[in-house]
C-alpha cells in the first residue's frame, strides 16, 4: 500500500499540472459517477490528508480518490501514449495540454468542498501537514498510547492516530525503535514513534525513493524492510518476516531477531 509520501508527492504532482486551469474533459469510468461531467470546471487545486487525495474544483465541488494497494495518478502530454491498459482508467481529467489519469484508484466520491471532513474528519494528525505543530504531535503520541496493550505495529497503521504511516514505514520505525513489532504499546516512548514517523516521511516526500538508512544506493535504502534475502543493515544478521494483523489488514512484517528483542506471534 502507497505511504503517505507517495500520495503526498502524487498530490504536488497533480496539483502542478492541474491547478488555476479548465478542464476541457472530465470523465469518470466507474458506475456510481459515470454520468458526471468535469468539463468546464476550473480546477482550483489539489491537497493530501494522510493517504487520502482530495481534487478541488470551481462550483464548491471536492473529487476524494484513495491509492490503496493497486491505485495511481499519471500525468501525460495531450496525445502521448498511456503507460497502464485504458481499461484500468477510472478517471480522466484532462485540460488543452495534460491529462491526469486516474489508474485503479479507489474510494471516489464527489462532495461539496465544504463537506470534505465527512470523508477525512476521522483520520489522526496528517504527519506531512505543513502546519504541523507540537500540539498535533502530542494529540498523536495521546492516540498512540490510549490503547497500551495493543501491538505496536499495528498501532502505527491506524490512520485514526497519525495519517500517512504504512507498512514501510511502520517496519522501519519499529526497527529504529529498537522493538518488535509485536511489543505492546506500553513499552515504547509514542513521542518518540511519533517523531520518527514524522521525520521519515517529511524526509522521502518529494523523493520518489523510500529512504531510511540514510543510504541512497539500491538494496541499502531501509533497515529490515523487504531484506530477508540481504540481512539487518545494522548488524548483517538474518532478517525475518511474519504476518501482522488480520483480515485485510495483515500485513507482511520484516523485522531482525538480533536488534529487535521481543515477543513475536507463534509460527
Known amino acids: 500500500m502507497p505511504e503517505g509520501d507517495t500520495v503526498f508527492l502524487a498530490g504536488k504532482v497533480l496539483d502542478k499540472a492541474l491547478a488555476g ?3 476541457v474533459r472530465g470523465e469518470f469510468r466507474v458506475p456510481q459517477l459515470a454520468t ?4 468546464g470546471r476550473d480546477v482550483l487545486g489539489v491537497g493530501t490528508v494522510g493517504k487520502h487525495l ?3 474544483f470551481s462550483g464548491d465541488l471536492t473529487l476524494h480518490s484513495h491509492l490503496r494497494m493497486d491505485g495511481k495518478w499519471d500525468v501525460y502530454r495531450t496525445g502521448a501514449r498511456w503507460h497502464s491498459p485504458a481499461h484500468q482508467a477510472r478517471v480522466i481529467l484532462a485540460t488543452e495540454d495534460l491529462q491526469a489519469i486516474g489508474f485503479r484508484v ?3 466520491e464527489l462532495v461539496p468542498t465544504d ?3 465527512r470523508l477525512v474528519g476521522h483520520l489522526g494528525p496528517d504527519l506531512l501537514d505543513p502546519q504541523w505543530t507540537d500540539e ?5 503520541a495521546a492516540a498512540l498510547a490510549a490503547d497500551p496493550a495493543r501491538e ?3 498501532a502505527l497503521l491506524d490512520q485514526r492516530i497519525m495519517a500517512g504511516v504504512g507498512n514501510l514505514y511502520k517496519v522501519e520505525i519499529c526497527f529504529l525503535l529498537k522493538v518488535s513489532p509485536w511489543t505492546p504499546v506500553s513499552e515504547v516512548d509514542p513521542a518518540k514513534a511519533v517523531a520518527l514517523g514524522r521525520k521519515l516521511l517529511v524526509a522521502n516526500a518529494w523523493r520518489h525513493e523510500q529512504i531510511t538508512t540514510g543510504d541512497p544506493r539500491r538494496g541499502r535504502r531501509q ?5 530477508t534475502r540481504q540481512g539487518c543493515f545494522r548488524c548483517g544478521g538474518k532478517v525475518e518476516v511474519l504476518q501482522q494483523g488480520t483480515g485485510y489488514q495483515q500485513r507482511p512484517t520484516w523485522f531482525c531477531p538480533n536488534c529487535q528483542p521481543g515477543p513475536r506471534p507463534d509460527r
Open 115 to 117: 463537506e470534505e471532513d
Open 106 to 108: 479507489h474510494d471516489l
Open 136 to 140: 498535533l504531535a502530542e494529540r498523536a
Open 152 to 154: 505496536l505495529g499495528d
Open 54 to 56: 482530495l481534487t478541488r
Open 223 to 227: 533497515w529490515v524492510y523487504e531484506r
Open 21 to 23: 486551469k479548465t478542464l
Open 36 to 39: 458526471t461531467d468535469l468539463s
